[in-house]
């Protein structure tokens, strides 16, 4: 009992959510895949440095789960798994989870990542929204939407380390689903109003959540894909959001650089950032280029150095700050 076709609220552990990240805003195109993908690939990858810390406190398996809460599977696309049979399962994972309620099964180490598992998203996500989305319309239906895929989670997340939920634009009953897990939210912003204003109907939609979800938190706002040297510009968008939002401290120092290069390279090899970093060393020179005898050959753009620590910086601050809000919370003895 508990899926949305029963009508039943399901009962939610909250403590074993509470690794959950949701990076959402009710706007397209300001980067939550990027980012989702990212940080989900260097969390993983620091996990994968601490095993060798055998014996010690940081010995201890690490691992990341992705979940991509999008039709068109972008993500499987970044990490370079995009219709890779017995991998890419299109979101049908994900849609029986949520519509039917069988159990989670993640992709495990994908694309060669030792410690990044994915559930994929793709053309059957798309569906759960006709599947189910009409039962929000009651109070019983709405919570048991809402709270589907936490119920599924619950019994998956303590195994990792970090889960990253990717979130869809415009789509409230996807959006909704992954606020009823979320424990913080993390929300990509452009530099420009409409993506603000994509920030505050996202505010309105975790207030909805929250009635369901009483530990959903926002935990901060930055800017995406934003000129390295437009300083000014994201100070003032800064103010904007702090004013906005009444908090201040919501907006983060970090961003991630404008980098068309990057994007491109990203969805053509089907690797993040810090991935493509480590290819520029074996880039064909530009005789080899010239003579044209690379052409088999991957050439990655130089700009994804300075993105890739942009990504890390970002991350070093949400974990950071994630953890900061855990134990202030703990102190007050207010963590489930
Ligand atoms: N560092 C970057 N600089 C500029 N553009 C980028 C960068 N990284 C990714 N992009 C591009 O920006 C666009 C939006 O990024 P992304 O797909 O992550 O946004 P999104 O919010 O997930 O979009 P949607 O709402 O459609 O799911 C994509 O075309 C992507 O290739
Ligand atoms: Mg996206």
């Known amino acids: 009992m508990g899926h949305p076709l029963s009508g039943v609220a399901?009962?939610?552990?909250?403590?074993?959510?509470?690794?959950?990240?949701?990076?959402?805003?009710?706007?397209?195109?300001?980067?939550?895949?990027?980012?989702?993908?990212?940080?989900?690939?260097?969390?993983a990858s620091k996990a994968a440095?601490?095993?060798?810390?055998?014996?010690?406190?940081?010995?201890?398996?690490?691992?990341?789960?992705?979940?991509?809460?999008?039709?068109?599977?972008?993500?499987?696309?970044?990490?370079?798994?995009?219709?890779?049979?017995?991998?890419?399962?299109?979101?049908?994972?994900?849609?029986?989870?949520?519509?039917?309620?069988?159990?989670?099964?993640?992709?495990?180490?994908?694309?060669?990542?030792?410690?990044?598992?994915?559930?994929?998203?793709?053309?059957?996500v798309s569906m759960i929204t006709d599947a189910i989305g009409s039962r929000m319309k009651s109070a019983g239906g709405a919570a048991s939407v809402i709270l589907s895929l936490a119920e599924r989670l619950q019994h998956l997340a303590p195994n990792y380390d970090v889960v990253i939920i990717d979130t869809p634009p415009e789509n409230e009953t996807l959006l909704l689903i992954a606020l009823g897990v979320a424990r913080f939210v993390l929300v990509p912003i452009k530099t420009d109003d409409s993506t603000r204003l994509g920030l505050l109907q996202l505010a309105s939609y975790i207030r909805v959540a929250m009635e369901h979800n009483p530990f959903i938190m926002l935990l901060?706002?930055?800017?995406?894909?934003?000129?390295?040297?437009?300083?000014?510009?994201?100070?003032?968008i800064g103010r904007d959001v702090a004013r906005d939002l009444g908090d201040a401290t919501l907006v983060l120092k970090s961003f991630i650089r404008f980098s068309?290069?990057?994007?491109?390279?990203?969805?053509?090899?089907?690797?993040?950032?810090?991935?493509?970093?480590?290819?520029?060393?074996?880039?064909?020179?530009?005789?080899?280029?010239?003579?044209?005898?690379?052409?088999?050959?991957?050439?990655?753009?130089?700009?994804?150095?300075?993105?890739?620590?942009?990504?890390?910086?970002?991350?070093?601050?949400?974990?950071?700050?994630?953890?900061?809000k855990r134990a202030e919370l703990v102190e007050k003895g207010l963590w489930p």
Do not use: C, M
């Not at 049979?85 to 039917?100: H, P, S, Y």
């Not at 901060?220 to 003032?236: D, M």
């Not at 005898?293 to 991957?298: F, G, H, P, R, T």
């Open 49 to 124: 440095v601490d095993d060798d810390a055998v014996g010690t406190d940081r010995g201890r398996p690490k691992r990341v789960l992705l979940v991509d809460l999008n039709g068109q599977g972008t993500a499987s696309l970044l990490l370079g798994i995009k219709g890779k049979a017995g991998v890419d399962d299109d979101g049908l994972g994900l849609f029986q989870a949520i519509v039917t309620h069988t159990d989670l099964k993640p992709a495990r180490s994908v694309g060669g990542r030792a410690d990044l598992d994915l559930l994929p998203g793709g053309t059957y």
């Open 220 to 236: 901060g706002v930055f800017v995406f894909g934003s000129g390295h040297s437009s300083k000014a510009i994201r100070a003032e």
């Open 10 to 43: 399901p009962t939610i552990n909250w403590s074993a959510l509470g690794n959950v990240i949701v990076v959402a805003n009710w706007k397209g195109g300001v980067g939550k895949t990027a980012t989702a993908v990212n940080l989900a690939a260097r969390q």
């Open 260 to 324: 068309e290069g990057v994007a491109a390279d990203s969805s053509r090899y089907g690797r993040v950032a810090e991935e493509l970093s480590r290819e520029i060393e074996n880039n064909p020179s530009w005789v080899k280029r010239r003579r044209g005898e690379a052409k088999d050959s991957i050439v990655v753009s130089g700009a994804s150095k300075g993105v890739a620590e942009d990504y890390d910086g970002l991350g070093d601050e949400v974990f950071a700050l994630a953890e900061k």
